[in-house]
């Protein structure tokens, strides 16, 4: 999806740009892909032979590695003479692309998370790179598509409700399992109680993955499934957004939206912590409490609230690299 987005924005800018996209035919999105895709057996990062021919055969002016790649797919990219790009988003992932022979052979790598959630990179590191004349990653934050006014309008009438007069749930991809259940169900059961408790409407994105048929209330409107732009546009209207701490939070942080965020996985506690110290959002574990938290949120809605996030936009910063390294 990060890929997706950034290629959508790459055809804004250069609407005459030629993107292909190489997938495993076992992702669940292979055939859905909008661009021309290359399906291949296994993982890219398998098949390295297979993904040097693509590259060869592509003389591509770029070639974007989306935590994904080995080094000898990234050295022979840059030996046709193509600009290197790789994203991480992990602290792992960020020191795999800082080593000596992957740092070489890269013209840019963006870290997909906020400084403040992932931390700075040490002062070996920053030697290090600095000894062999590599640049330090760029840290892009969130990457998601700039919320469309129209679209946002046209979205919001569709589900007949009004901005800023509703409550957005959303417990990620839908597959996510607590102790007693899916996480998604545990979202729609407290969906349930705010919308019985308080004037406003209640929404619940249900994601690609949830395994259910999806339940029906007359309280809550209940969505399978969104694509990005839409989902944005959803997030962007919604008075309170109450999500799970994976990287729609750090959308919701980037629009200052106030959130409840609530881990469903085990990546995602530090996330949640390092936006709670920062007062970017409220925090509640996965249970009855997301209700009694969500009422807090909508009470500070209430009060006047001061933008507390002015980082530029992931999207913003990859675009404006992208320009960088091709102009």
């Not at 994904?68 to 960020?94: E, N, T, W, Y």
């Not at 963006?110 to 330090?136: D, M, R, S, T």
């Not at 996985?265 to 390092?274: G, H, L, T, V, W």
Request: with cysteine; glycine share 6%; aromatic share 8%.
């Amino acid at each position: 999806m990060r890929s997706l987005i950034i290629a959508d924005a790459v055809m804004e800018k250069w609407p005459n740009a030629i993107i292909q996209f190489a997938i495993s035919q076992e992702a669940f999105y292979a055939k859905e892909c909008p661009y021309f895709t290359h399906i291949l057996k296994d993982t890219p990062t398998k098949l390295v032979k297979e993904v040097n021919g693509l590259i060869s055969e592509l003389q591509p002016d770029a070639v974007i590695f989306d935590a994904s790649g080995r080094q000898v797919q990234m050295k022979h990219a840059k030996s046709i003479g193509a600009k290197v790009i790789f994203i991480s988003q992990h602290k792992r992932k960020r020191a795999r692309g800082m080593k000596i022979s992957r740092a070489r052979v890269t013209d840019s790598h963006w870290v997909a998370q906020p400084e403040f959630v992932i931390g700075p990179i040490n002062w070996f590191q920053k030697k290090k790179l600095e000894y062999i004349g590599c640049n330090e990653p760029v840290f892009i934050g969130s990457v998601f598509a700039t919320p469309e006014s129209k679209r946002k309008v046209a979205l919001i009438e569709s589900y007949a409700l009004e901005e800023q007069g509703y409550i957005l749930f959303n417990a990620g991809s839908g597959g996510h399992q607590a102790e007693s259940g899916l996480a998604a169900d545990i979202f729609w059961r407290e969906a349930q109680k705010v919308a019985a408790k308080t004037a406003l409407k209640c929404v619940m994105v249900f994601g690609p993955n949830y395994p259910k048929a999806l339940p029906k209330s007359d309280a809550v409107v209940a969505i399978k499934t969104l694509d990005n732009r839409d989902f944005i546009c959803l997030l962007d209207g919604a008075k309170v957004a109450v999500l799970g701490g994976g990287d729609t939070l750090l959308q919701a942080v980037s629009l200052n939206k106030p959130t409840v965020a609530i881990a469903v996985s085990k990546d995602q506690p530090k996330r949640i912590q390092a936006c709670e110290q920062l007062d970017f959002i409220f925090s509640s574990p996965l249970d009855e409490s997301i209700s009694t938290t969500t009422f807090d949120a909508i009470e500070l809605t209430n009060r006047s609230r001061s933008s507390l996030y002015q980082e530029p936009s992931g999207l913003t910063i990859a675009i404006k690299e992208l320009s960088r390294l091709l102009v």
